[in-house]
């Protein structure tokens, strides 16, 4: 925890008050623990980060706040903005998110992994009826299960070691299944576990040229894949889903900035506070941002400023 000057407040800038922050444990854990390979420092880094993944490093993505100054059309307004965490900012306008009514605040700290959870079932290409399978029942494979069961028709499951994830996906409205009773005959299969051996079980789970989607991001971490059993024989096709860029089929319409605002605007459901799964105050975050972090436990731990 450090006190910085901020920037020089000109005509055209926003300054934001924090009210609400989220941690992105996935993420914020291969960064925290320097597991971010230099090949992708650049790729990675996120929007308004200071220094770099080798140390030190502001990193965050998810920050809900009031506008103190600014344009006269956003005073006091509520609104998301992917940067650190911190208590004050100053950014462009084209850099916020004005939340609607609809969306509580502190809710809509869930903006930026709603956004990857609805790239990834882009990418998965998930059709009305459709059998799906998700692998990794933290905050973004979690999300990923809410929306493919929204898709009408669909049999989807939420798989995970931690069955403690069954209530959380229960007042989904998802269905959850046991690792070692997993559908069969999938159309599509997500893996959100950053697990080598949930990306194997994915092989077993597809159907005859059924789509895998490795929705995981395994940093420095070796991941090893057996393609000499049935991946082969049933033309199983495996496809990497990352928020960095729109998914193909809509790269061509949509922007990110459209995207962000269709995520937002699906955090109305309440049923979503149930992926809160703690909050600290800001001014003690220092202290506990390692053990949020271990903790198997956490999903979407909120940052109160």
């Known amino acids: 925890m450090r006190t910085a000057k901020m920037p020089p407040f000109n005509s055209g800038k926003i300054l934001i008050r924090a009210q609400y922050g989220s941690i992105s ?7 925290f623990n320097g597991n971010v390979p230099q090949s992708e420092f650049e790729t990675m880094a996120c929007p308004h980060q200071e220094g770099t ?51 509580p605040p502190e809710r809509a700290v869930l903006a930026a992994n709603m956004e990857t959870a609805l790239n990834i079932i882009w990418d998965a290409s998930i059709l009305p009826g459709d059998r799906v399978v998700v692998f990794g029942g933290g905050i973004v494979g979690l999300l990923t299960a809410y929306l493919a069961t929204g898709i009408i028709g669909t049999e989807t499951t939420l798989i995970d070691i931690n069955t403690d ?10 269905a959850f299944g046991s690792v070692n009773d997993t559908p069969r005959n999938c159309d599509v299969v997500i893996n959100a576990s950053a697990s080598a051996v949930a990306l194997n079980q994915a092989f077993e ?39 960095g860029k729109i998914a193909a089929g809509r790269s061509a319409r949509w922007t990110s900035t459209r995207r962000l605002r269709t995520a937002i605007s699906l955090l109305t459901d309440s049923r979503l506070d149930a992926l809160f799964s703690g909050e600290t105050p800001f001014d003690e975050l220092d202290q506990q941002y390692g053990e949020i972090l271990g903790s198997p436990s956490t999903l979407c731990h909120r940052i109160v400023y």
């Open 25 to 31: 444990r996935g993420t914020e854990s291969l960064v």
């Open 53 to 103: 993944f080798a140390f030190p490093i502001k990193y965050g993505y998810s920050v809900v706040g009031n506008v103190q100054a600014g344009p006269q059309e956003l005073l006091g307004c509520t609104a998301f903005c992917l940067h650190p965490h911190q208590t004050h900012f100053v950014v462009e306008a084209t850099d916020l998110y004005v939340i609607p009514s609809a969306v």
């Open 165 to 174: 994830r069954k209530n959380v996906a229960g007042h989904l409205g998802v």
């Open 205 to 243: 789970c597809a159907g005859y040229e059924g789509r895998i989607v490795e929705a995981s991001w395994y940093g420095d971490k070796k991941v090893e894949i057996s393609l000499g059993g049935r991946f082969h024989s049933k033309r199983l096709s495996i496809a990497s889903s990352q928020v």
